[in-house]
């Protein structure tokens, strides 16, 4: 234990069992996951280090660790970093020429490259580019509070900052996530947000239906490399709005689900289940007030309530009975004290905080629900809120109630995707709770349980309990306990289709449910894919139109006027011709439903009328640009 007021722990390499603890006053290092620590701040020359982002460790399961110094900005040049590539054994001391202003960016393939973001203004400055050395800065705002004044400017460079070209200025802001780059720039009194792929050299207007006549918030809700979700908030303070799904440029956004809840604190519960693909969840605001979840199985094309838990019943006097999920709002407000949990090595598991009824309830004391094929089925677990961490790639679940003002000394475990649980008592001096901690990555089973006990000094005592359930599960899985599980498998249906998500079905290689034993670091997910015909389900409703209810079909808008759309891109203007449909991207379905007329494209120079002769040329891209009045944040 420590006496410090605060601290935080990182987590160094993969199957290390290195782990960082600073309490801001000593730095301490762990070599036997959390079991024992060691005070290094003779290491760092007893520098204090910084409370914000004092540690930075490398990606994946990098050795590389930099810490950076509690230094004042006013009599020093710049800050100081101690960089580590052997997991914080030793420490190499760097003087910067300036001031960090977020935390150190690791490359993510390239642990030695480095990005960061200076307060400092003045031409010339260097940042790091690897652990033990410097480069020129990739990217300088000359002018303070630039983006205040739309003053920012967007270079890109692809030789490590040796040349620069300029993509875009008079910009707000901009950010990034996925394979997309977002710029806000003002032109002609508009303020319009700008797209981009990585491997794309021009920026395009995104293009949102009906944004025209306000100034609108809306925000990137999650992206990868081929679709960005966004969501657009109604007029006025009104709590909710439209998500919208994008093409795989980016630019080209079509409806994806009405009255979206978006709260005043800018919160979303929108969630990304990472063990099934496909798969994302979140909350409406319905016309009566009432919060209700939804979850989509095909990246947003269809939203549908969840089912109840076949263990848990509604009340009487409810007519609609559904399971609803607490997210981001919950947790905000205290309500819960996690998010719903899911890793892409526990194929289909995902736990969460929820309750069951006609809508999402403010009780402060939810329950703990879990799903194993990935949110089609759920069951009620534990009474009560939890802390939870899924372990061994989902073959071990444990928890710990979360006590408002009690104290702690029990943890409960389960081996089979929490159908039992089991109690274990860690301490005989119950603490109060601070956290859990494991490695990242799941493949762990060791947990450490944090807290703290108040001493009679009133300092407060850290204290760290670290759990190893390698002496529970002491069996290696053997080719038996394991099973064939098809993902997005409702057992109904035609066979044939019974499966196929975006396009294809996917046979997982997990472990059963009544297999007593652990997966182990070398468990890789094992899984075989096979194509699917194509239906109305592997598309999502083009620019104009939309599902109605729970319809596949997609119709026409109310108020667009007919189906050809003009676009003006790079001095050129092209009439589209949508059938109403366009692809889900990274959709791998082959024949079956193809939408009729295919999208005819008529390219001609911006301004000039149409020709009343064929076209001369044509394509099939489904792209249409408008200039939103719009606000990014």
């Given at each position: 234990?420590?006496?410090?007021?605060?601290?935080?722990?990182?987590?160094?390499?993969?199957?290390?069992?290195?782990?960082?603890?600073?309490?801001?006053?000593?730095?301490?290092?762990?070599t036997d996951y959390g079991k024992s620590f060691h005070d290094i701040?003779?290491?760092?020359?007893?520098?204090?280090?910084?409370?914000?982002?004092?540690?930075?460790?490398?990606?994946?399961?990098?050795?590389?660790?930099?810490?950076?110094?509690?230094?004042?900005?006013?009599?020093?040049?710049?800050?100081?970093?101690?960089?580590?590539?052997?997991?914080?054994?030793?420490?190499?001391?760097?003087?910067?020429?300036?001031?960090?202003?977020?935390?150190?960016?690791?490359?993510?393939?390239?642990?030695?490259?480095?990005?960061?973001?200076?307060?400092?203004?003045?031409?010339?400055?260097?940042?790091?580019?690897?652990?033990?050395?410097?480069?020129?800065?990739?990217?300088?705002?000359?002018?303070?509070?630039?983006?205040?004044?739309?003053?920012?400017?967007?270079?890109?460079?692809?030789?490590?900052?040796?040349?620069?070209?300029?993509?875009?200025?008079?910009?707000?802001?901009?950010?990034?996530?996925?394979?997309?780059?977002?710029?806000?720039?003002?032109?002609?009194?508009?303020?319009?947000?700008?797209?981009?792929?990585?491997?794309?050299?021009?920026?395009?207007?995104?293009?949102?239906?009906?944004?025209?006549?306000?100034?609108?918030?809306?925000?990137?809700?999650?992206?990868?490399?081929?679709?960005?979700?966004?969501?657009?908030?109604?007029?006025?303070?009104?709590?909710?709005?439209?998500?919208?799904?994008?093409?795989?440029?980016?630019?080209?956004?079509?409806?994806?689900?009405?009255?979206?809840?978006?709260?005043?604190?800018?919160?979303?519960?929108?969630?990304?289940?990472?063990?099934?693909?496909?798969?994302?969840?979140?909350?409406?605001?319905?016309?009566?007030?009432?919060?209700?979840?939804?979850?989509?199985?095909?990246?947003?094309?269809?939203?549908?309530?969840?089912?109840?838990?076949?263990?848990?019943?509604?009340?009487?006097?409810?007519?609609?009975?559904?399971?609803?999920?607490?997210?981001?709002?919950?947790?905000?407000?205290?309500?819960?004290?996690?998010?719903?949990?899911?890793?892409?090595?526990?194929?289909?598991?995902?736990?969460?905080?929820?309750?069951?009824?006609?809508?999402?309830?403010?009780?402060?004391?939810?329950?703990?629900?879990?799903?194993?094929?990935?949110?089609?089925?759920?069951?009620?677990?534990?009474?009560?809120?939890?802390?939870?961490?899924?372990?061994?790639?989902?073959?071990?679940?444990?928890?710990?109630?979360?006590?408002?003002?009690?104290?702690?000394?029990?943890?409960?475990?389960?081996?089979?995707?929490?159908?039992?649980?089991?109690?274990?008592?860690?301490?005989?001096?119950?603490?109060?709770?601070?956290?859990?901690?494991?490695?990242?990555?799941?493949?762990?089973?060791?947990?450490?349980?944090?807290?703290?006990?108040?001493?009679?000094?009133?300092?407060?005592?850290?204290?760290?309990?670290?759990?190893?359930?390698?002496?529970?599960?002491?069996?290696?899985c053997k080719d038996q306990d394991y099973e064939e599980w098809l993902?997005?498998?409702?057992?109904?249906?035609?066979?044939?289709?019974?499966?196929?998500?975006?396009?294809?079905?996917?046979?997982?290689?997990?472990?059963?449910?009544?297999?007593?034993?652990?997966?182990?670091?070398?468990?890789?997910?094992?899984?075989?894919?096979?194509?699917?015909?194509?239906?109305?389900?592997?598309?999502?409703?083009?620019?104009?139109?939309?599902?109605?209810?729970?319809?596949?079909?997609?119709?026409?808008?109310?108020?667009?006027?007919?189906?050809?759309?003009?676009?003006?891109?790079?001095?050129?203007?092209?009439?589209?011709?949508?059938?109403?449909?366009?692809?889900?991207?990274?959709?791998?379905?082959?024949?079956?439903?193809?939408?009729q007329p295919r999208a005819e494209t008529i390219v001609r120079p911006?301004?000039?009328?149409?020709?009343?002769?064929?076209?001369?040329?044509?394509?099939?891209?489904?792209?249409?640009?408008?200039?939103?009045?719009?606000?990014?944040?």
């Amino acid at each position: 234990g420590d006496d410090g007021s605060s601290f935080t722990l990182t987590w160094v390499g993969d199957g290390t069992g290195v782990s960082e603890q600073l309490d801001f006053i000593s730095s301490l290092i762990s070599t036997d996951y959390g079991k024992s620590f060691h005070d290094i701040s003779h290491r760092i020359n007893n520098t204090f280090i910084r409370k914000e982002y004092g540690v930075s460790a490398g990606p994946g399961n990098s050795l590389h660790v930099i810490l950076t110094a509690d230094t004042p900005v006013v009599d020093n040049p710049g800050g100081v970093i101690f960089t580590s590539t052997d997991a914080g054994v030793t420490f190499k001391s760097i003087q910067l020429p300036f001031h960090l202003a977020q935390p150190i960016t690791f490359h993510f393939h390239n642990p030695d490259y480095l990005v960061v973001i200076s307060i400092d203004v003045s031409p010339g400055k260097y940042c790091p580019r690897q652990v033990s050395s410097c480069c020129k800065v990739l990217f300088l705002v000359p002018v303070v509070e630039a983006d205040r004044r739309g003053e920012l400017q967007l270079k890109r460079t692809e030789d490590l900052g040796k040349t620069f070209t300029t993509i875009a200025e008079n910009i707000f802001s901009f950010g990034y996530i996925g394979g997309f780059l977002f710029t806000s720039v003002m032109e002609d009194l508009v303020r319009c947000t700008y797209t981009n792929t990585v491997s794309q050299h021009a920026h395009h207007c995104m293009d949102i239906p009906y944004l025209i006549h306000f100034t609108i918030f809306y925000s990137v809700l999650d992206g990868d490399e081929d679709m960005i979700f966004m969501h657009v908030d109604n007029p006025g303070d009104t709590f909710f709005g439209t998500m919208y799904t994008s093409d795989d440029r980016g630019i080209l956004y079509s409806k994806s689900l009405e009255r979206h809840l978006f709260g005043g604190q800018r919160k979303s519960d929108f969630t990304n289940i990472t063990s099934l693909r496909g798969v994302y969840l979140t909350n409406k605001l319905e016309e009566d007030g009432r919060i209700r979840s939804v979850i989509s199985f095909d990246r947003g094309g269809q939203w549908r309530l969840l089912t109840k838990p076949e263990n848990v019943e509604c009340g009487e006097n409810v007519k609609n009975c559904n399971l609803h999920i607490h997210g981001e709002h919950s947790r905000y407000n205290r309500i819960t004290p996690m998010l719903p949990l899911s890793e892409p090595t526990a194929i289909g598991l995902v736990i969460a905080h929820g309750g069951v009824g006609d809508s999402l309830s403010s009780s402060q004391h939810p329950d703990v629900f879990v799903s194993s094929d990935g949110g089609y089925n759920w069951r009620g677990t534990l009474r009560g809120p939890h802390h939870y961490s899924i372990l061994d790639s989902g073959g071990l679940i444990v928890a710990v109630e979360a006590q408002h003002e009690g104290q702690v000394k029990t943890i409960k475990f389960s081996t089979d995707e929490g159908q039992c649980w089991k109690a274990y008592n860690f301490t005989e001096q119950p603490f109060f709770f601070a956290g859990l901690a494991s490695e990242p990555g799941t493949k762990a089973m060791n947990i450490s349980v944090w807290g703290y006990r108040p001493e009679d000094d009133g300092q407060p005592m850290w204290v760290a309990v670290t759990i190893d359930f390698q002496s529970l599960l002491t069996r290696e899985c053997k080719d038996q306990d394991y099973e064939e599980w098809l993902a997005h498998s409702t057992g109904q249906g035609d066979p044939k289709t019974d499966g196929c998500v975006l396009g294809y079905k996917e046979t997982f290689r997990r472990l059963k449910k009544l297999s007593v034993c652990r997966n182990g670091r070398d468990y890789v997910v094992s899984r075989k894919q096979s194509p699917c015909r194509c239906t109305r389900e592997d598309y999502l409703c083009d620019y104009g139109y939309y599902r109605h209810g729970n319809s596949s079909e997609c119709v026409r808008q109310p108020n667009t006027a007919d189906q050809t759309l003009e676009v003006c891109l790079n001095g050129e203007e092209e009439e589209l011709l949508t059938s109403g449909y366009r692809k889900v991207p990274s959709d791998r379905c082959e024949g079956g439903f193809t939408p009729q007329p295919r999208a005819e494209t008529i390219v001609r120079p911006c301004g000039e009328k149409p020709s009343q002769s064929p076209p001369a040329s044509h394509s099939s891209s489904n792209t249409h640009f408008d200039t939103p009045v719009s606000e990014t944040v």
